[in-house]
């Protein structure tokens, strides 16, 4: 017998005997019970209940004791496609379903509705105008109203159309700003702090071309993030997406070559309008470049670590590019520093982007690393922060079709199979999809439903079951969970609109419709 097993064995005796003297009850239980029980605590009805009077007593301290400090900095955490059922199966997938990440401890938690203006399930474009300007959109569409269909290139260039953003309330109120995102910086949920575009697919001047539309008049992403009111303006850029801003015939630091087709070196112009306006700025483009700023010494930092997206947090390690390219919560960490030096305050947008792409291609392994990834950036703002002056959102922008099915015991693995096997006789996974690439995995034309008890669930690239064949899985239409702490955190309990989380924000900073 080898050792793992005798203690296992020897532990759940011991639990067994333990429990018998506890109630005599659970006399009765057998093995697979007692190797199913966490906490002996829980066996206590008293337990519980002291549970419930700890929550009470926090519910009535807050009521007596509400923040009502005028919010100096408010920094809003998007976790892209952070589903309620994300966030329960990280909590099994980090230890236990019974703890909470860190934001889940934040005194008042809402729920918000996610639809746009066209359709019942939104994208993050339309999503991240609503979260950031308080007014929905379009599908596909970016920091336009609804009046401005997806490729429409006359009306996404009228600026009557266009809507203004909790950036740009800051930075009228003399506020420092900045985005961190593990996405391109271009991609649709950052842009929502900056751009005005009919279709989120316009990061660089090609794909505009490519659906018929002028470059010229129809100004690409990238260009709106360096030359446009709001996203020159920004203090902290960081994420990916080098290739947008390097003409095709220019090689970035790695040997990519970029997209745009006009000739320009958007990074390189970034750098000399800064210059140009007497602003100390530095572009770096790798870890240990961003780990020697002096955040003390510069007002602006252009952080571009990949050509495209930034890799998944876990193959940093798996990888060996943890040492190249900074994490989420690495970059929210340097991005405070920097912004914590403004005597007005500032806001500050934090995605970690990856959570949704890991499941579009139904990798629930990624999706759960790259929450609790997420979930450590939350922790970083914490411990550079204070409640009483800085407000801090939590949310999502919109659900997945990933559901937690069966009824596994406690100690099973997230990731892994049901215990019990399915009416035809084969086992399933405790984590499936409503449609996406997993289809595949799941049935064999052939045969049916295939026998997943071999397969390897350690690795981070395996598709789980889905029941549609899609090339890649949807978004789901389910409300989301937001999460608020500091000042007026209180406004963000209950069910509501998406589009009422910056005016919130707004209102506790007193910025933008609610600056006196």
Known sequence: MHLFTFLTVGIAVALASRIDEIHPHFAQLNFKDTQSIRNLNELEPGYWQNNAHEYLSKKLQQQTNLNLNKAKNVILFLGDGMSVHTLTAVRSYMGDASKQLAFEKFPYVGLSKTFCIDKQVPDSASTATAYLSGVKGNYGTIGVNGQVPRFDCDLGQDESLHTESIAKWAQDAGKMTGLVTTARVTHASPAGMYAHTANREWEHDGKIKANGCDPVANVDIARQLVEWDVGSKLNVIMGGGRRNFLNETILDETGVSGNRTDGRNLIEEWLKLKEAEHKKASYVWNKMEMEHLNVQDIDYVLGLFAASHCPYHGDLEREGLKDDIPSLSEMTDTAIRLLQKSNEGYFLFVEGAKIDMAHHDTRARRSMEETEEFNRAVEVALNLTSSEDTLIVVTSDHSHTMTINGYPSRNADILGLNEDLADDGLPYTILSYANGPGYEKTFSEKKGRKDLSDKDFTDPKRKYMA?????????????????????????????????????LMARAAQIGPFAR
């Open 467 to 503: 029941t549609v064949p899609l090339e890649s899985e949807t978004h789901g239409a389910d409300d989301v969970a937001i999460f608020a702490k500091g000042p007026m955190a209180h406004y963000f309990s209950g069910n509501y609109l998406q589009t009422h989380i910056p005016m």
